[in-house]
C-alpha cells in the first residue's frame, strides 16, 4: 500500500495563486492537501488536522513566519509536526535562524522545480512515516514517555533502518578521489588509507570491506586503517569505492556535515599525532577510531532526523552536553548508536567500545580492554583539542578538562603541551582553509566567526595542568588572553571580563577561599565573569560573586557562557584560518 496517499500536507501561503499551484503539484504526487492562508488559520488547521508537514511561505509573510513556527512549536499537540520553510533567505542568517526557531528543512523559491520540490516533502515528512524511523508511530502510545514525545531509539529499530546498507553513503568529493586518482604499485596501501582519513564514512566502508577479507581474527580485529589498507588493495578498493552511494543532505538543514566532516578528520589528525608521542605501535588504530568517534550523529542525522532534531533544538537551553541527558531525550545517545551501526559493518569491537563511550568522563567505570581504554583516552583528549581549537562553537559541543590518567601519562612520558598544540593548531588550520572550500556553506553558518568574538580577557586556573583545555578554547576566542599566575591588586580595565577555571580545586573549603580572595582583590566589582567548577555549585557561590557572573560546572557548553562575556557580535561571514592557527 502507498503510504503517501494518505499523507496530509498543510500549505501555509497568504497568495491564493501559488497556493492553489502547489497544492495542484502535492496533490499530483498523491498528497492529501489542506490549505491555510493566515497565521490564525495556520495553527488552527494544524491543530485540527496533525498534517505529516506543513509548507510555511517565508517571502510573503512580511516577517511573520518565524513568529508563526514559534506559536507553532510551543503548542505540544502539533509541535512535533515538521516545517518546511519556502523562501529564498536574503541573508544565511534566516536558514540558520528557523532550523532555531524549530524548521526541519528549508526549500528554496528561485528556480522551482516539482521533482525536486516533491523530493524535498517526502523527504522531510516521510523520512519518519516511510522509510521508517522503524516501528515509529505519533501516537502517544509510541513514545516510550520521551519528554520529546518521540519514540524511544534501540539497536533493532537503528539495525532495521540500516538493513539494506551495505556501506554507509560517503561524500562525494572523497569517492571521485577513490575512483580517479591513480597511484604507484607500491604506494597503494598509502594512497588508500590517505583517502579513508578524509572521510568516516569512506574509512567505515574500508575497514568493512577489509574485515571481510580478513582471515587474521586477532582480540583487535582489523582496526589500523594502514592495515586495512594492505588487505583491501587498490582494485578491490576502487570496486568498493565505485558502488558507494553519494550522501545527499540538505544545506539548510540542522546537520552541519562540513563541521561533522572538520570535526571528525581533525580529531583524527590529532590522535594520531599524540599516539606517535606516546610510542603506540599502531597509531592508525587512534585514527580509525577517532575518525569514527561521531558516527552516530551521523545515523540520527540521515536515518532519524526528528530524534537528531530534539537533540539539536534542545541544546541550546542547557548547559551541557552528555550521554544521560541524550538517553532522557531520545531513548539512547550517539556514543551507543555508533556502537550498533559500526557492528552492522563488521567493525571490530575496539573501535566500537571507543565510539560508545568517547563522551563518558576519563571513561570512569567502563569495562574496557587495554587497548580500549588507552584508545579511548587518546580520542577523548584529540576530541576536547579539537574542539577547543575550532574557531566556532558549533551546537552539540561540550568542554571539559582531559582525563586525569591522560594528563598523568602525557607527563610521565615527559612530552611538550607547546609542541602538542602547535602541531593541533596546524591542523585546524588547515582544514579551516579545506572547509570554506568543500563546505562554503558551512563556514558561513552563525555560530563561525568571522572575527574573535572576545576582546581582552582575564583567565585564571589555580592548580591547572600544562595541557589546560579551557585555556586553549579561551586564546583560541579571545584578541588577547591574559593569564593571570596568581591572585593581586594588578589593574585590569573592568571591560575585560574573566574567567576563573576552579575546575582543578577540588575542595569546597579552597574553592571559597579563591573565590573571596578574587572579591576581595576587586577583580568581580563591575566585571563580567564566569567561574567553571568540577563538580555540583555551593548555593553560597553565587551571592559571593555577585550579579554579573555566572557559574558552571563541567562537561559544559561553552558558548551558552561565551555569549554573556563577548562584547562583539558574531557574524556568519567567511572564516578565518588564522583564528585557528594562532
Not at 413 to 438: F, P, W
Amino acid at each position: 500500500m502507498d503510504t503517501t496517499v494518505a499523507t496530509t500536507i498543510l500549505i501555509a501561503n497568504p497568495c491564493d495563486a501559488e497556493r492553489k499551484l502547489l497544492g495542484q503539484v502535492l496533490d499530483e504526487g498523491e498528497f492529501t492537501v489542506i490549505e491555510a492562508a493566515s497565521i490564525r488559520e495556520v495553527l488552527e488547521q494544524a491543530g485540527s488536522h496533525s498534517p505529516a508537514l506543513i509548507v510555511l511561505d517565508g517571502l510573503l509573510w512580511q516577517g511573520q513566519a518565524l513568529e508563526a513556527l514559534r506559536q507553532l512549536k510551543k503548542l505540544p499537540a502539533i509541535q512535533t509536526i515538521p516545517v518546511m520553510i519556502f523562501a529564498n533567505p536574503g541573508r544565511e542568517e534566516e536558514v540558520y535562524d528557523a532550523i532555531q526557531a524549530g524548521a526541519s528543512a528549508w526549500f528554496l523559491r528561485k528556480g522551482f522545480e516539482i521533482d525536486k520540490f516533491l523530493d524535498k516533502v517526502r523527504t522531510t515528512q516521510g523520512r519518519h512515516e516511510v522509510r521508517g524511523e522503524p516501528g515509529g508511530s505519533n501516537s502517544a502510545s509510541s513514545t516510550s514517555g520521551l519528554p520529546t514525545g518521540l519514540e524511544k531509539l534501540s539497536e533493532e529499530q537503528v539495525l532495521a533502518a540500516m538493513r539494506n546498507m551495505e556501506y554507509p553513503p560517503a561524500f562525494t568529493f572523497s569517492i571521485n578521489e577513490a575512483v580517479t586518482t591513480p597511484c604507484a604499485r607500491d604506494q597503494e596501501a598509502r594512497h588508500i588509507a590517505e583517502i579513508a582519513v578524509r572521510d568516516p564514512m569512506m574509512m567505515t566502508a574500508v575497514l568493512s570491506r577489509a574485515a571481510r577479507m580478513n582471515l587474521d581474527k586477532s582480540i583487535d580485529g582489523l582496526a589500523d586503517v594502514h592495515e586495512a589498507a594492505e588487505v583491501l588493495g587498490m582494485r578491490e578498493f576502487a570496486k568498493m569505492a565505485e558502488s558507494l552511494w553519494p550522501l545527499e543532505y540538505n544545506l539548510a538543514g540542522l546537520w552541519d556535515p562540513g563541521c561533522f566532516w572538520m570535526h571528525s578528520v581533525a580529531t583524527a589528525r590529532i590522535a594520531g599525532h599524540l599516539s606517535k608521542m606516546l610510542g603506540l605501535k599502531k597509531p592508525g588504530q587512534a585514527i580509525s577510531a577517532a575518525l569514527l568517534h561521531d558516527f552516530g550523529y551521523y545515523i540520527l542525522a540521515t536515518l532519524f532526523p526528528k530524534h537528531y532534531g530534539a537533540l539539536f533544538s534542545a541544546s541550546g537551553s542547557i548547559d551541557s552536553i552528555h550521554p544521560v541527558w541524550e538517553k532522557r531525550l531520545i531513548g539512547t545517545h550517539h556514543g551507543e548508536v555508533a556502537d550498533w551501526a559500526l557492528r552492522h559493518f563488521n567493525l571490530p569491537e575496539l573501535l566500537r567500545s571507543v565510539a560508545n563511550v568517547h563522551h563518558v568522563p576519563g571513561i570512569m567505570g567502563q569495562p574496557l580492554s587495554g587497548s580500549a581504554r588507552v584508545l579511548s583516552l587518546i580520542v577523548q583528549a584529540a576530541d576536547q583539542i579539537a574542539d577547543a581549537l575550532f574557531p566556532g562553537d558549533p551546537p552539540l559541543t561540550c568542554l571539559t578538562t582531559l582525563a586525569q590518567e591522560f594528563i598523568a601519562a602525557f607527563e610521565r612520558a615527559n612530552l611538550s603541551a607547546d609542541k602538542l598544540m602547535g602541531e593541533a593548531r596546524k591542523i585546524m588550520a588547515e582544514l579551516t582553509t579545506e572547509l570554506v572550500y568543500l563546505f562554503p556553506q558551512s563556514a558561513s553558518r552563525s555560530y563561525v566567526y568571522k572575527q574573535r568574538p572576545l576582546g581582552p580577557a582575564l583567565y585564571f586556573a589555580p592548580h591547572g595542568p600544562e595541557l589546560d583545555i579551557i585555556k586553549t578554547y579561551c586564546n583560541v576566542r579571545a584578541e588577547e588572553l591574559v593569564i593571570m599566575e596568581r591572585v593581586g591588586r594588578a589593574e585590569y580595565p573592568v571591560n575585560m571580563p574573566m574567567v576563573l577555571n576552579l575546575i582543578h580545586v577540588d575542595e569546597p573549603a579552597a574553592q571559597v577561599e579563591t573565590l573571596s580572595t578574587i572579591v576581595a582583590s576587586g577583580l568581580t566589582r563591575g566585571r563580567k565573569g564566569v567561574v567553571l567548577l568540577g563538580g555540583p555549585i555551593d548555593k553560597s557561590y553565587p551571592s559571593l560573586v555577585g550579579e554579573m557572573w555566572q557559574l558552571h560546572t563541567v562537561p559544559t557548553q561553552p558558548a551558552t557562557w561565551l555569549r554573556m562575556l563577548t562584547a562583539v557580535d558574531t557574524e556568519p561571514m567567511e572564516m578565518s584560518a588564522a583564528c585557528a592557527a594562532e
